[in-house]
C-alpha cells in the first residue's frame, strides 16, 4: 500500500514541499467543477483542520474518467506538485498528475455535507461525526492530552499501573454500580442470594470499576508513587451534559504526601495540561474560540498563569450564602456544592481556578482522612471557570482506628475491605491522591458544552450503540 503524506505535514513545512511531488490520501470534503472542466476537490486526512485543495486538470493526468465519480465523502489517492495558491484562505495547493479512488460515496445517502451539524444530528450518525471538523478537533485534543498525561506522570518518575475493570470495591460507597455476572437474568432474585454467587463466574459480587483509586493504594505503598489510567463506570441515571456512564479517569497515588502536597501536584498538573494544549493544539483552539466558546483562550490563558486560590469549604459557604446571586440550589453547610456554586466561585469572586478544602466529613467517601475537629476531612476539588469541578481528591486515612470508625459509620464492609485495612496495619504511612476525570477536561479546553461529544463513544442511559 502506498504511504502519502499527512496534510498536517504539508502545511506545517509548506515552503519545504512547493516544487516537489507529494502524495496525500483522504476523504472529500467538497468539489467543484469549473466550466473549463478543472476539478477542485477538498480533501482532508484528519491530521489537521485544514483541507488540501488538489487541482485536478482532465489535459495533465489519466484521470478523467474518474472526475465524475469522485464525490463528497469519497475517499481518493492524489499524486502530484505542491505549488503556491493563488486563492484567498489557503497557503499552498496540489496540481494533480495522478488520481485513485479508493472508495466511493453516493451523494444522495452521504449524510455529512457542506453545512453545519447540530451535535444531536451527529450523534445520530456517530461512526462518521469524525470526519466533521469539530469531533474531529476534538478527538486530536483528547489524544495530545492523553499522551501529555502519561508524559508529566512518567518525567516525575512515577510508575504506571493497570487496575481491574472488574472488581469487588466499590470506591465511592454508593450504589450506582454495574453489576457483572453469568447468572441467568430470566431469575433476578436468585442473583442476590450468597447461594446463586457461588454458581456465578467469580463466586463472589462483582461490578464495573468506579474507580482505580484503592488498588493504586496498593502499589503507592510499596512502589511509592504511581498513577493509573483507564476506563470507569458509573449506572448514575443521569442525562446531563456533564455525565457518562463511561469515562477515563486519571488518579495518581502517592505515598508520605500530605494534603498540601497533593493540592500542589494537582496544581501543576492542570497547569501543565493546559500549557501543552496552548502550545500544540493553537489551531484546533481557535477553530474552538470562534465556533463554540469565544471566552476559552482568555479561561485557558488564566488557568496557565495565575496562582489558585485556596479557601476552605466553611469560607465558600460563607461567600455563597452573602452573594447576591439567586441560585436554583440552596446554600447550607453540609451540603454539597452544585456547579452554579462552583462557576460562580471561578467566574464571578475569584475570576481565576479555585482550590476548596476541608469538606464535611458525612459529604466524603470513608477513605478520606479525618480533620482534628472530627468534622472535616482532609479533602480537596480544584474548580475551574467555564466548567467547575475538576479534579477531586485528599489526603487518605492511614490511621487504623479512625479508619475503622468510618467504615463503621458509612456502612462499609469490614470482610470485603480486609486488605484495604491490612494496610493501616502492615507498614502504614502518609498518603495522597487524586482523580481528573478526562471528558471534564477535554470539555474545559474546547469549551465544549457537552460531554457526548468529547468521547469517542459515548454511553448514557439509553444509549451504547457500537
Known amino acids: 500500500m502506498e504511504k502519502g503524506v499527512r496534510i498536517a505535514d504539508l502545511f506545517r513545512n509548506e515552503h519545504g514541499y512547493v516544487g516537489k511531488t507529494a502524495l496525500v490520501q483522504g476523504w472529500v470534503r467538497t468539489k467543484r467543477d469549473s466550466k473549463a472542466g478543472v476539478s477542485f476537490i477538498e480533501v482532508n486526512d484528519g491530521s489537521c483542520l485544514k483541507s488540501l485543495q488538489v487541482i485536478a486538470e482532465p489535459d495533465r493526468g489519466d484521470y478523467s474518467g474518474l ?7 469519497s475517499a481518493i489517492l492524489a499524486e502530484g506538485t505542491i505549488s503556491e495558491s493563488p486563492g484567498k484562505g489557503q497557503s499552498i495547493e496540489l496540481r494533480a498528475e495522478r488520481i485513485h479512488l479508493y472508495g466511493w460515496a453516493d451523494p444522495a ?3 455529512l455535507q457542506k453545512k453545519r451539524h447540530s451535535f444531536e444530528y451527529l450523534r445520530q450518525i456517530a461512526h462518521l461525526r469524525p470526519r466533521t471538523n469539530t469531533i474531529g478537533a476534538a478527538a486530536r485534543v483528547r489524544s495530545r492530552l492523553s499522551y501529555a498525561i502519561h508524559q508529566f506522570f512518567q518525567d516525575l518518575g512515577f510508575h504506571y499501573i493497570h487496575t481491574p475493570i472488574i472488581t469487588a470495591s466499590n470506591c465511592e460507597g454508593a450504589g450506582e454500580i454495574f453489576r457483572v455476572t453469568t447468572l441467568d437474568p430470566a431469575h433476578p432474585g436468585a442473583s442476590e442470594s450468597e447461594e446463586a454467587y457461588r454458581n456465578d463466574f467469580f463466586a463472589r459480587p462483582a461490578f464495573l470499576t468506579v474507580s482505580g483509586q484503592l488498588q493504586a493504594e496498593i502499589y503507592a505503598l510499596a512502589l511509592g508513587t504511581v498513577y493509573t489510567f483507564g476506563p470507569t463506570f458509573r449506572a448514575e441515571n443521569s442525562n446531563t451534559s456533564r455525565h457518562l456512564a463511561e469515562f477515563w479517569m486519571v488518579e495518581p497515588e502517592m505515598a508520605f504526601y500530605d494534603l498540601e502536597d497533593d493540592i500542589d501536584l494537582a496544581q501543576t498538573f492542570i497547569k501543565k495540561l493546559v500549557g501543552v494544549v496552548l502550545n500544540d ?3 484546533e483552539l481557535e477553530f474552538f474560540a ?3 466558546e469565544p471566552e476559552l483562550m482568555g479561561r485557558l490563558q488564566t488557568v496557565a498563569e495565575s496562582a489558585f486560590e485556596v479557601i476552605a469549604y466553611t469560607e465558600a459557604v460563607d461567600i455563597l450564602k452573602k452573594s447576591a446571586e439567586q441560585f436554583t440550589f440552596p446554600v447550607e453547610w453540609g451540603l454539597d456544592l452544585q456547579a452554579e456554586h462552583e462557576r460562580h466561585l471561578t467566574e464571578r469572586v ?14 466524603k467517601p470513608f477513605y478520606m482522612r479525618v480533620n482534628d475537629d472530627e468534622r472535616t476531612v482532609a479533602a480537596m476539588d480544584i474548580l475551574v471557570p467555564g466548567t467547575g469541578e475538576i479534579i477531586g481528591g485528599s489526603q487518605r486515612e492511614e490511621r487504623l482506628e479512625m479508619l475503622l470508625e468510618q467504615m463503621r459509620l458509612k456502612g462499609i464492609s469490614i470482610d470485603d475491605y480486609r486488605w484495604y485495612i491490612e494496610l493501616r496495619e502492615f507498614g502504614s504511612v502518609p498518603h495522597s491522591g487524586f482523580g481528573l476525570g478526562l471528558e471534564r477536561l477535554v470539555q474545559f479546553v474546547t469549551g465544549i458544552p457537552n460531554i457526548r461529544e468529547v468521547i469517542p463513544f459515548p454511553r448514557t442511559p439509553g444509549h451504547a450503540e457500537f
Do not use: M, Q
Not at 67 to 73: A, E, H, S, V
Not at 350 to 359: A, Y
Open 350 to 363: 475569584f475570576k481565576k481556578p479555585v482550590v476548596i478544602v476541608n469538606f464535611p466529613r458525612s459529604l
Open 67 to 73: 472526475l465524475n465519480k469522485i464525490t463528497t465523502g
Open 109 to 111: 445517502l452521504y449524510p
Open 281 to 283: 493544539c493553537r489551531e
Open 290 to 292: 470562534r465556533f463554540i
